[in-house]
């Protein structure tokens, strides 16, 4: 998530903000077809139940280390999952940091602190949130609501209760998701490239059921090659909440940057 490295490294302090994460996910069971489903049994499966998100907040804390950087923050995030999501970062004593937005289109990321406006296109997101490329893919790999992908060609192996897809690329490149069929959730996704490296792995644990929805509290998003690893503890998540908004008001006699 380079995009809240922007704005976390205008960030000197820690905040500390944090309670004791849930996990009160009931305990499912293995369904009666497991290990015999296929790939488009596990995406419906997933879809089904995750239909119930149209939108959802999360509030809580963030984590960011990389080879250079040790930082803590707080932040909310707030994500329609067919269109945009946005990020505010806090520091000390709820003092904003930065905040960012993520459309179809674009990204934006604004660091209050320095004055400085980052901004770029959909496509470069897949580089600054390790193993999301688009606005909908971010969406949901901050609430852990991935699913197989339709289209693509996807192998299936039953292993210790869960499902390992495996999807190849004719550049030799793979996208790998494990499911755990007793949750119908993803549980770890990675992309690895044509030398079988290991360039974005996500992670996903400590789930708790969320309005009727079965969702992680704690996300991990690691970029290994780069160093980079961002874990974020939802500590506060609404599904559909009725005062749902997204708010984003791009600031003006700032410096521009864009990264392309």
Not at 60 to 87: F, H, M, N, P, W
């Amino acid at each position: 998530m380079r995009f809240a490295l922007l704005l976390l490294t205008a960030l000197s302090l820690a905040a500390c903000s944090s309670g004791p994460l849930v996990d009160d996910a009931p305990e499912g069971q293995l369904p009666d077809a497991y290990p015999y489903q296929t790939a488009a049994q596990i995406r419906d499966a997933i879809q089904r139940s995750t239909q119930p998100v149209a939108f959802y907040a999360a509030d809580g804390r963030i984590e960011i280390t990389t080879r250079t950087l040790d930082q803590k923050a707080t932040y909310s995030i707030r994500a329609r999952l067919a269109d945009s999501t946005t990020v505010t970062v806090r520091g000390p004593l709820g003092i904003e940091g930065g905040r960012g937005l993520i459309t179809p289109q674009s990204f934006v990321a604004y660091d209050k602190i320095n004055g400085k406006l980052f901004v770029g296109d959909i496509e470069v997101a897949d580089r600054y949130v390790p193993g999301a490329g688009s606005s909908e893919v971010l969406a949901q790999s901050l609430a852990g609501l991935l699913a197989p992908e339709a289209g693509m060609d996807w192998t299936v192996t039953p292993d210790s209760g869960r499902y390992i897809l495996v999807h190849r690329r004719p550049d030799r490149t793979r996208r790998v998701l494990v499911v755990d069929p007793s949750l119908w959730r993803v549980v770890q996704a990675q992309e690895l490239d044509a030398s079988n490296t290991v360039v974005a792995d996500q992670r996903f644990s400590a789930f708790d059921t969320v309005d009727g929805v079965v969702m992680p509290r704690r996300v991990v998003l690691t970029a290994p090659g780069e160093g980079v690893r961002i874990q974020l503890e939802h500590n506060r998540l609404l599904v559909n909440p009725s005062d749902f908004r997204l708010r984003f008001a791009r600031p003006t006699g700032v410096e521009v940057i864009e990264i392309d």
